[in-house]
Nanobody, 112 residues
């Protein structure tokens, strides 16, 4: 059974930073090419935040370019989302995903 577990969410003031982590079971990050992060704000559809290929090629949503960075450590089955210059509109539940598998999500709240 594949499991993805996110961590690192929390409450942060506008302009602050958070780093989300996603721990994957087994060695699935060594198997699947593209992995990513999505988020879902209250009352909105889930949206893509960032993806990264097994070779490290990244793709970020326009709304987070220049502020967020995605990375992965295939050897340790970890993926990350570094979020800087956070704004209230970044408030959402953030999910990591690999193939058809999803984590349970971690809440990020940006508020003063």
């Amino acid at each position: 059974q594949v499991q993805l577990v996110e961590s690192g969410g929390g409450l942060v003031q506008p302009g602050g930073s958070l780093k989300l982590s996603c721990a994957a079971s087994g060695n699935i990050l060594s198997i699947y090419d593209t992995v990513g992060w999505y988020r879902q704000a209250p009352g909105k559809q889930r949206e893509l935040v960032a993806t990264i290929t097994i070779n490290g090629k990244t793709n970020l949503a326009d709304s987070v370019k220049g502020r967020f960075a995605i990375s992965r450590d295939n050897a340790h089955n970890m993926m990350y989302l570094q979020m800087n210059s956070l704004q209230p509109e970044d408030t959402a539940v953030y999910y990591c995903t690999v193939f058809q598998y999803w984590g349970q999500g971690t809440q990020v709240t940006v508020s003063s």
